[in-house]
């Protein structure tokens, strides 16, 4: 059966069903390249699958616990109008009030594909524990007001036949399409008031409704109806201003409750609804957690940790973070990205099964194949530890299938415990230092572990400008630091000396302040008086510079107690520093758990199409390695693909192409791409293969969305793109 | 976001990604500088690392990471796919195109068979970047002299050229060799300018075409860098575009149509097959990766120039014969959401039963597919960004289908604007995970169904289809569509004819003794409208007119062919 015809665009292919119990196949006979050698293959992808759910699990987690401080208080929010509801108090306010709709706009980023897993969790909440009645509406869903109200009825009602199915099981048989109900009745607002009356009603009477009663706990018997606009930038506003207009003549028998999702700014609510309408409604206003905020969170729980194995090489977060920050503010989007590097990272590393827990690592270890020992033997890293050791082990490693197991678990071991000390000091450099002006070493603690993954960060600059910045740090500054320091390292176990150090530096600052109280006391009254002496001296400019930079000099000179301490303490930080922080590749086997291709994860996340389709037609050398095409800058040779002729000559041209010219300078082209003399007249002769062959490649080039059809002058096209070679 | 030219040939690009607020923060620091620095640097005076940098000022967006950094990382990758063309050989603007430029350049490029030729387009950058004045001054002359719509003395340069060029070639081909392209530029260049002089030289004579004219140094002065959106608009500015008037009528060859072409084209040989096959090869062993990545829940798309279809096939054919998929043809003109939603519901899920609309249908299938997770489906599209598929709503549900988990896509895209397409809400719907296939393969299946601009309309198509319906009418029914048919191409010339009404058709069929009553003559009407051959149309009197909806040509091919039988 073939896919191509001219009456027909889609093709079915079902497998006969014998057929489809014998060759259907899993993911994981997928993990190879294509080769069936390597066994390995499936302990690998079992051990990236069970990561992956790790992760998944942790991100999913880290996203609750961000959501739940604006969940609660929207739900707080739909309590306390709830409540405002019921209220039956009769002063003014309260009336007035009571004719507004309660109105919390949410403001959530521009994240927009972040935003369903909020609004999934909330209406979730919301059902949960203020009220069965929650509808979701999507702005292209409701072009136009009559859809609107069905999608709220549908969705209301649906929901009532169900409970009702549950409460009398007799006269129903099998689910029922919930699309049915509203196509019977008329879809108005007086219906939905209707049926809302009957539906509190019936609750409110004891004997039917345990279950509704039981769920709406908390709202008594007039639970509202919430309605969530999830994005109300694109709603068109007529649609949206009738809407609220109408509902708002029912809040008294119904009351609603809207919530709107808003990608930009609340400004927008009153771009979109005009006083009229917008005065029906209370707002009060909802900030969700920032997208920078948010990734933070997510990196701080999936990067630096050392609960996944898993890690990424400074460049490949670069490129992560730079499609986040540059692209699109998408956590949703850098958890794919952090994915897709897992899943190729233990694709095509073969010795990325050691890439998993300290035991399981090492038991692993234990039992490499031979060709394992060879990829080992052959990584960098691994090579770079080879040359350091003694002549005799080096003959032994690379002999020795056993050697290099064994030395295999013990620097397993090493990286481990490298980790378990990187990143408590990383944290413990970035609490320092992220106080600092213009954060030398970053703002986030993202930025000061990208430095650190790619070179020594004690060489840089910027390392350098902070510790000189730290040198004049104030005392109280300098030890809340530190004991934020100390609270850190304490996390990790192997660090306690670090630990103790740091504790006695802060033990004797504190010293350094009660002893010195007193002497500086003293210090402080000889040094009062000289400058009072200058001042009565009646100035000149002169001498005061004088005296102020002799003052300065004999500071400088003399270093405190407390100056000679701080540069100890930051000399011990240096030191810690610099024997924990050393970059991963300085590691040898660091291939087996940091993943560095950063092109492929670029190319397959953030490709530039149009830069593909044009560089192959300006340049097909890149492709096609055929001497014949190579050339120099911006040039191509006669004898390229005819589509790429033709688009070099088209570039040639403003705005409208003439069709014959074209044909003319491509049959040129061609003719001396055949040897034939340019200048003879055979040339300009068109022959009809050529003919076809400039028309297959117009036509390509139309295709592709270059130039296009045009009435403006007979036999010409027009240019789609503008700019040339 | 701009990009910045290095002063080299070519190759070594280097784009930096500046931001709004930088680009700002550029300005400022200038001023800063006079001002007086920031209170912090005084009070420290520390060394600052990057002092040349942005940064340096008071930066609000520290998240904002080192993007010297990125384009490094960018920079790696580009080094891996072994082209590392950046997008300022892509991107770059050009100014308005002298008439004749296509011509020169082809004989440029047929003058030198073996060897590759610099295109004199290549403007190069170094020229641009160390003289920016005089280049603006070449580029003002350039769209002046055509923008000013003075056509005649713009004609009266360009045969002169072509005489020079025409009556001395030896010599042309022998300065060729030894001169660098620019050179000959610069030669044009000349003579531009002192045709651009002509009027000045006698104002007296055309003293308002001449006021038109600003004078050079007023330009010099006001143009000293040209930015880049000026040169944009002053290129669309001018509604008039200079082009030769010469047409394809003058060919000896006559328009091919459709079949001849297919013919004279599976003559031809692709050139660089070994090259070709060894780029098909590269691209078949990620068959393998595909199929894992779309098990794991991503969606895959194929870019780059040439037909992927071929490749797609293959791709089905060796792996994924052993499960339900469906194949869809973006391409096809009038493949509807519809269709392939039908196809999907009918034949894949088994449904009987019809849908109100397509959010019906879509839910039905989500619903589906939920409550069977065993079920793969594979969704192979060539050419997503087909004409038919490019609809917003069209997109909102195959997005939609993507992000179903147990339904796979593969797709293509081959349009430069096609991304476009995705805002991000769907792009995280489809999930797609980039894959750069290049192919250089023709794109015949793609481009047959469009009505080529250079092919003649032969209507084959309907014409057959035509003649195929009316050979099982009754003659009876044939005379009556012959004689709307006829009615139609007498009024062909007409341009305000909106049809033939009713009545007048029930007169004049009664009168050729077709039809006995008017209700002989609606069935049969209604029989043409099933299959699609006459439309009905109500005109502003509420008068039915019906109207054959096939070209003028087809109809008459369709008349002829029937005389003769």
Redesign the interface.
């Known amino acids: 059966m073939t896919?191509?015809s001219?009456s027909?665009?889609?093709?079915?292919?079902?497998?006969s069903s014998k057929?489809?119990k014998?060759?259907?196949?899993?993911?994981s006979d997928?993990?190879?390249?294509?080769k069936a050698d390597s066994q390995n293959s499936e302990s690998r992808f079992e051990t990236c699958q069970s990561l992956w759910q790790r992760m998944k699990a942790e991100t999913e987690r880290v996203q609750e616990d961000l959501n739940t401080n604006i969940l609660d208080s929207l739900l707080e929010f739909a309590r306390k109008s709830t409540a405002s509801f019921q209220s039956k108090t009769d002063d003014w306010a309260s009336r007035m009030r009571a004719s507004e709709i309660p109105t919390a706009a949410l403001v959530l980023g521009?994240?927009?594909?972040d935003h369903a897993m909020t609004f999934q969790s909330l209406s979730a909440l919301l059902q949960e524990s203020v009220t069965p009645y929650v509808v979701c509406l999507q702005s292209?869903?409701c072009s136009a007001l009559k859809q609107v109200l069905q999608k709220v009825l549908v969705q209301l009602m649906g929901h009532s036949v169900c409970v009702e199915d549950d409460d009398d099981e007799e006269d129903q048989s099998g689910p029922r399409p919930t699309?049915i109900p509203s196509r019977k009745m008329l879809c108005s607002m007086a219906t939905l008031c209707g049926w809302y009356t009957a539906v509190t009603q019936k609750s409110a009477s004891p004997s039917p409704g345990k279950k509704r009663l039981s769920s709406s706990k908390g709202c008594g018997q007039r639970p509202p109806v919430v309605v969530i606009f999830k994005d109300l930038e694109s709603f068109t506003p007529r649609v949206l201003q009738e809407f609220i207009v109408i509902s708002s003549q029912y809040i008294q028998q119904l009351p609603l409750i809207f919530i709107f999702g808003i990608a930009t700014s609340p400004i927008t609510i009153h771009g979109m609804l005009p006083h009229s309408v917008s005065s029906l409604l209370c707002i009060q206003l909802f900030q969700s957690l920032s997208c920078?905020q948010h990734l933070a969170t997510v990196i701080d729980k999936l990067v630096l940790t050392t609960t996944f194995p898993f890690k990424l090489s400074g460049?490949v977060l670069?490129?992560l973070?730079?499609i986040f920050?540059?692209h699109?503010f998408?956590v949703?989007?850098f958890i794919?990205g952090l994915?897709?590097s897992l899943?190729d990272h233990f694709?095509s590393q073969p010795l990325s099964m050691l890439c998993c827990d300290k035991q399981e690592a090492r038991s692993r270890a234990k039992e490499l194949s031979h060709e394992d020992c060879e990829n080992i033997r052959q990584l960098p890293s691994f090579m770079r530890y080879v040359e350091k050791q003694e002549p005799e082990i080096q003959v032994q490693l690379l002999t020795c299938d056993k050697r290099v197991k064994d030395v295999t678990q013990s620097l397993l071991k090493e990286l481990h415990a490298y980790h378990k000390n990187y990143y408590p000091v990383l944290r413990c450099l970035h609490a320092l230092t992220s106080s600092l002006?213009?954060?030398?070493l970053?703002?986030?603690i993202?930025?000061l572990h990208?430095i650190c993954l790619e070179k020594n960060v004690w060489e840089?600059?910027?390392y350098?400008?902070a510790f000189?910045?730290l040198r004049?740090l104030a005392k109280d500054e300098l030890v809340a630091a530190l004991r934020t320091c100390t609270e850190i390292l304490k996390c990790a176990k192997k660090l306690g000396d670090a630990v103790e150090k740091l504790e006695e530096f802060i033990e004797r600052f504190e010293l350094l302040d009660r002893c010195s109280a007193v002497v500086e006391m003293g210090q402080e009254g000889e040094e009062e008086l000289p400058p009072q002496k200058g001042l009565q001296k009646k100035t000149d400019l002169f001498q005061l510079q004088k005296s102020l930079l002799e003052r300065e000099s004999r500071r400088t000179k003399k270093l405190s107690k407390f100056e000679l301490l701080r540069l100890a303490v930051l000399d011990c930080i240096d030191s810690i520093v610099k024997k924990h922080l050393l970059p991963p590749e300085s590691q040898p086997l660091h291939e087996v758990f940091y993943y560095s291709s950063?092109?492929?994860l670029?190319?397959?996340?953030?490709?530039?199409?149009?830069?593909?389709?044009?560089?192959?037609?300006?340049?097909?050398y890149?492709?096609?390695?055929?001497e014949?095409?190579?050339?120099?800058?911006?040039?191509?040779?006669?004898?390229a693909?005819d589509?790429c002729?033709v688009y070099?000559?088209?570039?040639?041209?403003?705005?409208?192409?003439?069709?014959?010219?074209?044909?003319?300078?491509?049959a040129?082209?061609v003719?001396?791409?055949e040897?034939k003399d340019?200048?003879s007249a055979a040339?300009a002769q068109?022959?009809?293969?050529k003919?076809?062959?400039?028309?297959?490649a117009?036509?390509?080039l139309?295709?592709?969305?270059?130039i296009k059809?045009t009435k403006?002058?007979?036999?010409?096209?027009a240019r789609l793109?503008?700019?040339?070679? | 976001m701009s990009s910045q030219k290095q002063p080299k040939e070519g190759r070594v690009l280097e784009v930096r990604f500046v931001g709004d607020e930088e680009v700002l923060q550029h300005i400022v620091d200038k001023q800063e500088g006079v001002k007086g620095k920031n209170a912090v640097q005084i009070l420290v005076s520390l060394k600052t690392p990057r002092k040349s940098e942005p940064e340096d000022s008071e930066d609000e967006d520290h998240e904002v990471c080192n993007e010297q950094d990125y384009v490094e990382a960018l920079g790696t990758a580009a080094q891996d796919a072994s082209c590392g063309s950046g997008g300022g050989d892509v991107f770059t603007f050009q100014a308005v195109k002298r008439s004749n430029r296509m011509a020169q350049l082809a004989s440029e490029l047929a003058r030198t068979p073996g060897k590759s030729v610099k295109f004199t387009t290549a403007d190069s950058p170094p020229e641009e970047v160390t003289s920016p004045t005089r280049a603006s001054k070449r580029q003002s002359t350039q769209y002046k002299t055509p923008s000013k719509g003075k056509k005649n003395q713009f004609v009266s340069t360009t045969p002169h050229r072509l005489r020079k060029r025409l009556s001395a070639p030896n010599l042309r081909s022998d300065s060729d060799s030894d001169f660098s392209p620019s050179n000959s530029e610069e030669e044009l260049e000349a003579e531009e300018e002192a045709s651009k002089l002509v009027p000045e030289s006698k104002p007296a004579s055309k003293a308002p075409a001449a006021g038109l004219y600003k004078t050079p140094v007023k330009k010099a002065k006001k143009v000293p860098e040209p930015s880049l959106v000026e040169e944009y608009f002053e290129a669309h500015s001018s509604s008039k575009v200079l082009t030769s008037d010469r047409t394809l009528q003058k060919l000896q060859t006559p328009q091919l149509d459709q079949d001849t072409l297919c013919r004279l084209l599976d003559g031809t040989s692709t050139a660089f097959s070994a090259e070709l096959k060894q780029l098909n090869k590269e691209h078949e062993r990620l068959f393998h990766k595909w199929m894992l990545q779309l098990q794991l829940g991503f969606n895959i798309v194929l870019f780059g120039l040439g037909s992927k279809r071929t490749l797609l096939e293959k791709f089905r054919t060796s792996m994924l014969l052993g499960s339900i998929h469906v194949v869809i043809n973006g391409f096809f003109p009038s493949i509807t959401i519809r269709s392939i939603l039908n196809s999907i519901t009918e034949e894949v899920l088994e449904h009987e039963g019809h849908f109100r609309n397509p959010l019906d249908q879509m839910d039905f299938i989500v619903k589906t597919l939920k409550e069977d997770p065993d079920l793969q489906l594979f969704l192979l599209i060539h050419n997503i960004d087909g004409q038919m598929l490019r609809g917003d709503k069209t997109q909102q549900i195959l997005g939609q289908l993507a992000a179903i988990p147990n339904l796979h896509l593969i797709a293509s895209i081959d349009h430069i604007n096609a991304p476009l397409s995705w805002d991000q809400f769907k792009m995280s719907q489809f999930n797609w995970l980039w894959y750069e296939t290049t192919t250089y393969q023709p794109y015949i299946e793609e481009t047959s169904y469009e009505n080529s601009l250079l092919v003649k309309q032969s209507g084959a198509l309907a014409l057959s289809s035509l003649t195929h319906v009316m050979r099982s009418l009754t003659p009876n029914a044939r005379g009556i569509f012959r004689l709307l048919a006829e009615f139609q191409l007498e009024n062909k010339d007409n341009p305000s004819y909106t049809g033939l009404s009713f009545q007048d058709f029930y007169q004049r069929c009664r009168e050729a003794f077709l039809v006995n009553s008017d209700i002989t003559l609606r069935t049969q009407l209604t029989e043409f409208r099933d299959h699609k051959l006459i439309r009905t149309k109500k005109g502003a009197d509420g008068v039915e007119y019906l109207i054959i909806p096939i070209e003028t040509g087809t109809l008459s091919d369709f008349l002829e062919k029937e005389d003769k039988e």
């Open positions: 896919t191509s001219v027909k665009g889609c093709f079915v292919f079902k497998p057929k489809k014998t060759t259907s196949l899993k993911a997928y993990f190879h390249d294509g521009v994240n927009v594909p292209k869903e699309g920078t460049k670069q490129v973070i730079s920050l540059y699109d998408s949703r989007n794919k994915q897709l899943l694709y002006p213009k954060y030398p970053g703002k986030q993202r930025e990208g840089t600059e910027e350098e400008s000189q910045l004049m950063a092109g492929t670029r190319r397959h996340l953030n490709a530039a199409p149009r830069t593909a389709i044009q560089t192959a037609l300006n340049n097909p890149c492709y096609l390695q055929s014949a095409l190579k050339s120099e800058g911006g040039a191509i040779s006669n004898a693909p589509i002729i070099k000559l088209h570039l040639e041209c403003g705005r409208l192409i003439n069709l014959y010219d074209w044909l003319e300078a491509y040129t082209v003719a001396a791409a040897g340019p200048d040339a068109l022959d009809d293969v003919h076809a062959r400039f028309i297959r117009v036509s390509e139309e295709f592709l969305g270059f059809p403006q002058k007979t036999d010409h096209v793109t503008w700019g040339g070679c």
